[in-house]
């Protein structure tokens, strides 16, 4: 018989009752006297001793014990008995401590999701937040723009909201407020449904300050590349063509490609549905788009939209999707 086994069956199963008689356990609720044989269970007595010591090191009180060196069957069978009953009582414990530990994992579980969840719905709710200060910026600048009709309040608006080489080289800071500004109630509903719906997705992904570097970086590269196309074309060898070109550009689109371009590089097989009809994939409709965009400012069509901002703006997008998301996705 093993006596640290016995030494944890004590100190684990055991409450001791103080009595004078002998040594008293309470097992299953049930008082038993228990007559301990040393010579047979045990190979010397000192080994008993041992065991109380060990059960007195983990803290368990020693009260009264006395042992019978009875060498009878009965207590032989007694002995073995009560064993038999702890070690039951052994199993019962491991099975209920079992059945509590697994319900502890389970709170906690249940604790993370319930954190994760709260921290998921945190984020979605500063996502959205961004978003509509976004949409607010842009509307509140439409409304602004439209609500004088005078010449001079117009002629204001030129000058600081409309991006051309001529505004550029006066007030540096059109290449901003330019696409802030949208010319009828038209270009911005479509802007701003893109950036509704494509941008929170999007922005769920990759986080606040990813995107606004995104959206702010695509309208700032599409602001670039409408004023270095205008710079070309306004030259002695492309008179005809710099008449074709806008007087100056506005608008969200720019960065809207950007983020569009992103999202379809991010998730090419996710559908987008045209106007609310058409289901296409998001990579073959920033394709479409992309190419109709290229085939206008290439055969220089007179549409009155700004094709290489929109061009710009998407290369941008691309070009931020390959240098830092795409390792991370």
């Not at 030494?7 to 006297?33: D, E, M, T, W, Y």
């Not at 009965?74 to 079992?98: P, V």
């Not at 530990?101 to 709710?125: C, I």
Request: hydrophobic share 35%; charged share 15%; net charge positive.
């Amino acid at each position: 018989m093993n006596t640290r086994f016995v030494s944890n069956l004590l100190r684990n199963h055991f409450k001791k009752i103080n009595n004078n008689s002998g040594a008293f356990f309470k097992i299953n609720g049930h008082s038993s006297n228990i007559a301990f044989q040393p010579s047979s269970i045990f190979n010397s007595k000192p080994n008993v001793s041992m065991v109380l010591n060990d059960c007195n090191k983990n803290n368990h009180t020693i009260y009264s014990c006395s042992f019978s060196s009875s060498s009878s069957d009965s207590n032989k069978s007694k002995f073995k008995l009560t064993l038999k009953k702890l070690q039951n009582s052994k199993r019962d414990y491991n099975k209920k401590k079992q059945e509590q530990d697994q319900w502890y994992d389970e709170q906690e579980t249940q604790n993370n999701s319930f954190e994760q969840d709260r921290e998921y719905y945190s984020s979605a709710k500063t996502s959205n937040s961004l978003i509509y200060g976004l949409i607010a910026i842009n509307v509140g600048t439409f409304l602004f723009i439209n609500s004088d009709d005078s010449y001079q309040f117009q002629r204001m608006i030129m000058d600081n909201f409309t991006l051309s080489t001529e505004t550029f080289a006066k007030q540096p800071l059109t290449l901003l407020t330019s696409f802030f500004a949208h010319k009828d109630i038209y270009h911005l509903l479509f802007n701003m449904l893109g950036l509704y719906t494509i941008g929170t997705s999007l922005l769920y992904s990759i986080g606040t300050g990813p995107f606004l570097t995104l959206y702010l970086g695509a309208g700032i590269a599409g602001g670039l590349g409408y004023l270095a196309l205008q710079k070309y074309y306004n030259t002695n060898n492309n008179r005809t063509l710099y008449r074709k070109r806008p007087v100056g550009a506005l608008g969200a689109s720019g960065a809207i490609y950007g983020v569009f371009s992103t999202y379809a590089l991010l998730y090419p097989t996710s559908t987008l549905m045209i106007y609310g009809i058409v289901p296409v994939p998001a990579l073959l409709l920033l394709g479409g788009y992309m190419a109709w965009d290229f085939y206008n400012e290439y055969y220089h069509k007179n549409t009155g939209i700004a094709h290489s901002g929109h061009l710009c703006g998407g290369l941008f997008g691309g070009l931020y999707y390959l240098t830092k998301l795409r390792r991370r996705y």
